[in-house]
């Protein structure tokens, strides 16, 4: 088992409507999850950061945690073309500064 | 704005021959840093931490005698590869932490290595 999980899509999500991106984590004890945003051919750049079980929400962007059920997920509101990336999931290591990342989902916005 | 800078962009060599790859922290003096490594289509594979002062934590299967790291300041830490071959083209990213608990990383704009 991955130890941290996405699906690779492409997800195609139609302008103006919710993106609704899932991860699954391995490591029941994990604390620390991220959610990046890749464009093709370049670097991730970090969306939103969630600690605590609930949703954060920052602009567009919702995430969501649920520790339980180890799982956690990204909610883009109303979707534009420029949000036509991979979007990546990260999850800290427990007792050291590293990070896992999954597969990535890749996400197309049509106009 | 960048907080983390890479230098070169991009850069062909050949067989053989060795890389260096600098990461820079622009606006935070970094203890760690991180070097990952991405093939087409793949997902980012962590390489190695760059501690500064000290020897790199390299991940398992990285063979850290041909992926020199150095951290020697604060603010930059160099990739170096060695007698590339072509299998080791890749997209080679740079990252820093926040500094604080939160564990947050930001990455440089990455180095895209092709060996002919």
């Known amino acids: 088992q991955k130890e941290v999980e996405q699906n690779s899509g492409p997800l195609s999500v139609p302008e103006g409507a919710i993106a609704s991106l899932n991860c699954t984590y391995s490591?029941?004890?994990?604390?620390?999850f991220f959610w990046y945003r890749q464009y093709s051919g370049k670097s991730p750049e970090l969306i939103m950061s969630?600690?605590?079980?609930g949703d954060k929400e920052d602009g567009r962007f919702t995430a969501q945690l649920n520790k339980a059920s180890q799982y956690v997920s990204l909610l883009i509101r109303d979707s534009q073309p420029s949000d036509s990336a991979t979007y990546l999931c990260?999850?800290?290591?427990?007792?050291?500064?590293?990070?896992?990342f999954g597969q990535g989902t890749r996400l197309t916005i049509n106009p | 704005g960048a907080v983390v800078s890479q230098h070169p962009s991009w850069v062909i060599c050949k067989s053989g021959t060795s890389v260096k790859i600098e990461c820079r922290s622009l606006d935070f003096q970094a203890t760690t840093m991180f070097w990952y490594r991405q093939f087409p289509k793949q997902s980012l594979m962590l390489m190695a931490t760059?501690?500064?002062?000290?020897?790199?934590?390299?991940e398992q299967g990285v063979e850290k005698d041909k992926f020199l790291i150095n951290h020697a300041s604060l603010t930059l830490s160099t990739l170096t590869v060695t007698s590339a071959h072509p299998e080791d083209s890749s997209f080679y990213i740079c990252?820093?932490?926040?500094?604080?608990?939160?564990?947050?990383?930001?990455f440089g704009p990455g180095t895209r290595l092709t060996v002919t």
């Open positions: 990252s820093r932490g926040s500094g604080l608990s939160s564990y947050e990383q930001y």
């Open positions: 760059s501690n500064e002062g000290s020897k790199a934590t390299y």
């Open positions: 990260a999850v800290k290591v427990q007792g050291a500064q590293k990070l896992v």
């Open positions: 969630i600690y605590s079980n």
């Open positions: 490591d029941r004890v994990s604390q620390s």
